[in-house]
C-alpha cells in the first residue's frame, strides 16, 4: 500500500523533529540514544539523511525546504538564501551567507557546520 501525500508530510514531520532533537543532542555532546540515532527518514529526504549522520549539504543545491531544516532558518531566511545566491550565480564559500539579511557572525557559526560549497557546483544552483 502506498503511502498518502497527508502520511508522506507527517513521515518527513517526525523526522524533521528527531533530527531537531539528535542536533541538540550532539551539540551538548550526549551521545544519540539509540532509538534517534535509527529514525526512520525517507529516502526522498537526502538533506534529512545527511543532517542526522552529522554530515553537511551542498548549499548551492538546497531547496528552500531543505534550509528550514537549518538551526534558526524560517521561510523568510530561506528564501533570502535562494534570493543572494540567485543574485550571485551560486554562492563560492560558505561565508558569502553573512550578506544575507539576517545572517550575523553568530548565525554563521552555527549554519556552517551544516552546509558547505563545492567549487566545481556552481552550475548546479536550483531554486
Same mark, same amino acid.
Request: with cysteine; proline share 7%.
Given at each position: 500500500?502506498?503511502?498518502?501525500?497527508?502520511?508522506?508530510?507527517?513521515?518527513?514531520?517526525?523526522?524533521?523533529?528527531?533530527?531537531?532533537?539528535?542536533?541538540?543532542?550532539?551539540?551538548?555532546?550526549?551521545?544519540?540514544?539509540?532509538?534517534?540515532?535509527?529514525?526512520?527518514?525517507?529516502?526522498?529526504?537526502?538533506?534529512?539523511?545527511?543532517?542526522?549522520?552529522?554530515?553537511?549539504?551542498?548549499?548551492?543545491?538546497?531547496?528552500?525546504?531543505?534550509?528550514?531544516?537549518? /538551526?534558526?532558518?524560517?521561510?523568510? =531566511? !530561506?528564501?533570502?538564501?535562494?534570493? #543572494?545566491?540567485?543574485? *550571485?550565480?551560486?554562492? +563560492? $564559500?560558505?561565508?558569502?551567507?553573512?550578506?544575507?539579511?539576517?545572517?550575523? /557572525?553568530?548565525?554563521?557559526?552555527? =549554519? !556552517?557546520?551544516?552546509?558547505?560549497? #563545492?567549487?566545481?557546483? *556552481?552550475?548546479?544552483? +536550483? $531554486?
Amino acid at each position: 500500500m502506498q503511502a498518502t501525500p497527508s502520511q508522506s508530510a507527517a513521515g518527513l514531520i517526525v523526522a524533521a523533529l528527531a533530527l531537531c532533537a539528535l542536533a541538540q543532542l550532539r551539540m551538548a555532546s550526549h551521545p544519540a540514544p539509540a532509538e534517534l540515532a535509527r529514525a526512520p527518514i525517507p529516502a526522498s529526504a537526502p538533506v534529512l539523511r545527511a543532517l542526522r549522520d552529522g554530515e553537511s549539504f551542498e548549499l548551492n543545491r538546497a531547496t528552500q525546504q531543505d534550509l528550514q531544516l537549518l /538551526p534558526g532558518v524560517g521561510p523568510k =531566511l !530561506a528564501e533570502r538564501i535562494l534570493q #543572494e545566491r540567485a543574485r *550571485r550565480g551560486g554562492f +563560492r $564559500r560558505v561565508e558569502e551567507l553573512l550578506e544575507v539579511q539576517g545572517v550575523g /557572525p553568530a548565525k554563521l557559526e552555527r =549554519l !556552517a557546520r551544516f552546509v558547505r560549497v #563545492e567549487a566545481t557546483d *556552481r552550475t548546479a544552483v +536550483r $531554486r
